[in-house]
């Protein structure tokens, strides 16, 4: 069965979504992003990628995150998004903010690693084929390299906006002193670095400990942050133990000696907040970032429409009370 020609409705940027100014640039990103890390790869139906894809775009999401290897397999998440581009979203192209980045493993060899200008150019150029693009509108540098001279890194980046290949440049995971170089270097050539991203939710406020989040809005940058979910554990899928098909059950990216008692019971109680609210956990903890004007948009990520669905209507309500907060603080951080 040949699938009917898609077209965007046409009251999408009526639909809820909001969008917040990206730094000092002219750009402004929705406050939810959609991020291809999972459910996009090789190992997923095309049929439903492309219905998250779309239901996302139906409904004012116009950045989708991508990376060199997110799949699986590895560059999959980037041509399963090729195909939705070159079929569907073609026509659309110029309302849409598509990124992707660069920095961890690829290929073998010690040309398909970290943060050189070989890498970085091959990776980039690759990107592009698998998603039948020109250009991204954001190439990232993935991950601080410290064996690499930061102005090797930093000149790549120039030169890939200067070749038309990127419209702009971010950053992600750097330390705080790399990333104030990095704001400055770029500056200096023009290039400034749009966006940081960086791991960020209720219980892993590294980025705020650590003065980035602070840091990129004194040097012009956006934020987007991506884990607001901490690996599925700010939602009630673990309020009742691990469940079978969870991450937790697989111990892949989330360890199931990470859900301890101890735990579950913080979950239950936030929950408790949640529902006190009218929310979800996990719409709570999505709500809970945009609540800092310092943060740009949030990167979910969705197994089907209708968890995206759900995540949407984070927006509606990020407004917490002092004794909300507070609470919060307390239950995890006792």
């Known amino acids: 069965m040949v699938n009917p020609p898609y077209r965007a409705v ?20 929705p406050k939810i992003s959609l991020g291809l890390w999972h459910n ?19 409904h004012g999401i116009t950045c989708f995150d991508l990376a060199n290897n997110y ?16 079929s569907s979203f073609r026509p659309y192209r110029d309302e849409i903010i598509i990124t992707t980045k660069a920095g961890y493993d690829m290929w073998p060899g010690p040309y398909g690693n970290w943060g050189s200008r070989k890498y970085l150019f091959a990776s980039l150029d690759q990107s ?17 390299d410290k064996d690499t001279p930061l102005e090797e890194t930093l000149q790549a980046l120039v030169d890939i906006v200067r070749m038309g290949k990127a419209l702009y440049v971010g950053i992600s995971r750097w330390p705080a002193e790399a990333t104030e170089f990095a704001a400055r270097y770029l500056r200096e050539r023009d290039v400034p670095c749009l966006i940081y991203q960086g791991r960020y939710n209720m219980i892993d406020r590294g980025v ?10 004194r040097c012009g940058m956006g934020f987007t942050a991506f884990s607001p979910l901490e690996q599925g554990i700010l939602t009630n899928r673990y309020l009742h133990g691990i469940p079978e098909g969870s991450r937790a059950s697989k111990a892949k990216f989330l ?3 990470t859900i301890t008692p101890e735990l579950i019971a913080k979950i239950t109680q936030l929950n408790t907040i ?6 979800t956990l996990a ?5 809970w970032l945009l609540k800092d004007d310092r943060v740009t948009s949030v990167i979910v990520g969705s197994s089907s429409s209708r968890q995206l669905a759900d995540t949407i209507r984070s927006v509606d309500n990020t407004a917490f009370s002092p004794a909300e907060l507070s609470a919060i603080d307390t239950i995890l951080n006792p």
């Open 208 to 217: 705020e400990s650590s003065g980035i989040l602070d840091l990129a809005k």
């Open 283 to 287: 719409q709570m903890a999505v709500a």
């Open 10 to 29: 046409d009251d999408r940027y009526e639909a809820g979504m909001q969008y917040s100014r990206c730094g000092r640039s002219g750009i402004l990103l």
């Open 128 to 144: 592009l084929r698998r998603m039948n693009l020109d250009y991204v509108d954001i190439f990232y540098s993935h991950r601080y």
């Open 71 to 86: 799949g699986p397999s590895y560059g999959s998440a980037e041509e399963t998004f090729g195909r939705i581009m070159q």
């Open 274 to 279: 949640a529902s006190d609210r009218g929310q």
């Open 255 to 257: 360890k199931p000696e």
């Open 40 to 58: 996009f790869g090789d190992v997923n139906p095309l049929s439903e990628s492309r219905d998250i894809l779309f239901y996302a775009f139906d």
